[in-house]
């Protein structure tokens, strides 16, 4: 059992032990080799079988949305999903009192989609993610990855690998890590292209869209009960439709619903089947709605939960070039 795994569950079982909460929220073993998926924890028998490894993957505080749960509960959180932990708080969604956060600092996801032709998923035994590769240990060998061949895109240009909040931080803070990638340049070229050359990309990858709403249902920012892309196609402009103009309408109405709120947490693009990079539209907006409103960066820490999304507030001088 690993370092990290055995903190975990006796953290866990602590926490149930002496009534704190009635449920842990973390990971455990999934069905096929190397994944994981979420597991409630309300017994010391089930917190026996929680994990803490690189295939730790899945946000779990969106599960923890509010009514979904009523008991005082723990989540485990890594820096990205410490603050969707944030937004979920600032938009009423969890209970400061009710949930206890449990921060992991993280060094970075491994992605096995990338790493499948390298070596065999079925087959690994250790993953050792570090600032200057990845290790990747199986019954035969151990083989040494760069953090671009094995990780998550979204964890190449990390800039919040410890949590922003936390109750307790278990394991040690992680220094810096390494800029593999930098989205912001990314979403700049794009943006310095041509109206023609944008609307070609944007169409390019919106015809493939699937409307299966996995980018949505991932968002801690996306929380509506009923949200109107659900409707049934025939009853109005905005429902479920396929086309690409649909799939244009749904892409652009949530970039604007999540303006000013999105926390940069990389999910909505990490669970698209079809990789669609819609985060890069979402930062896009992030980086204008700083120009015009001089938020800067949001969600970093638990002081901000008090600061109201630009959007959900007003202020006399705010910019109007629009009227
Ligand atoms: S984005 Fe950062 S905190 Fe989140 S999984 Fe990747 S490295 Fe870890
Ligand atoms: S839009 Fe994407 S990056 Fe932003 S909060 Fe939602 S899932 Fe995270
Ligand atoms: S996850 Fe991808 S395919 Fe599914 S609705 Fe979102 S953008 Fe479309």
């Known amino acids: 059992m690993s370092k990290e795994t055995e903190l975990v569950r006796n953290k866990a079982k602590e926490l149930l032990e002496d009534g704190d909460v009635e449920l842990v929220v973390g990971y455990e073993e999934g069905t096929y080799p190397s994944r994981t998926t979420p ?31 009523e008991d005082k509960l723990a989540v485990f959180v890594k820096g990205c999903d410490s603050r969707t932990v944030i937004r979920l708080l600032q938009d009423n969604q969890l209970d400061r009192d009710e949930v206890i956060v449990l921060g992991i600092p993280c060094n970075g996801n491994v992605d096995l989609d990338k790493i499948k032709d390298k070596v065999d998923i079925t ?15 199986t019954e035969g060998s151990t083989e040494e990855l760069s953090r671009e061949e094995a990780l998550y895109d979204k964890c190449l240009d990390c800039r919040f690998p ?39 990309f944007w169409e390019a990858h ?13 968002c801690s920012a996306c929380t509506c009960r009923d949200c109107l892309f659900d409707r049934d196609e025939r009853s109005t402009w905005l429902a479920k439709g396929k086309t690409l103009s649909d799939n244009e309408a749904f892409h652009i109405t949530r970039a604007f619903h999540v303006a000013g709120r999105c926390v940069d947490c ?4 990490r669970v698209c089947p079809v990789g669609i990079p819609v985060q890069k539209l979402n930062r896009k907006i992030s980086l204008d709605m700083d120009n015009l409103f001089g938020i800067g960066e949001i969600a970093t820490s638990e002081d901000d939960i008090d600061n109201p999304p630009p959007l959900g ?11």
Request: some cysteine; overall charge negative.
């Open 162 to 200: 410890n949590p922003v909040i936390a109750d307790e931080v278990i394991g040690n803070e992680v220094s810096e890590l390494p800029k593999n990638k930098n989205k912001d340049d990314e979403v700049a070229s794009l943006a310095n292209k041509s109206v023609a050359e944008k609307n070609e």
């Open 266 to 269: 990389g999910e909505c693009e």
């Open 123 to 137: 087959t690994i035994i250790e993953v050792e993610v570090t600032n200057n590769g990845v290790n990747v240990k």
């Open 313 to 323: 507030t007003f202020l006399t001088e705010d910019p109007e070039e629009f009227m």
């Open 39 to 69: 597991l409630f924890a309300d017994t010391l028998e089930k917190a026996e079988r929680l994990i803490w490894n690189p295939f730790c993957v899945n946000s779990l505080p969106k599960l923890l949305s509010k009514g979904h749960f």
């Open 206 to 218: 919106f015809e493939r869209c699937l409307r299966c709403y996995a980018c949505r249902n991932a």
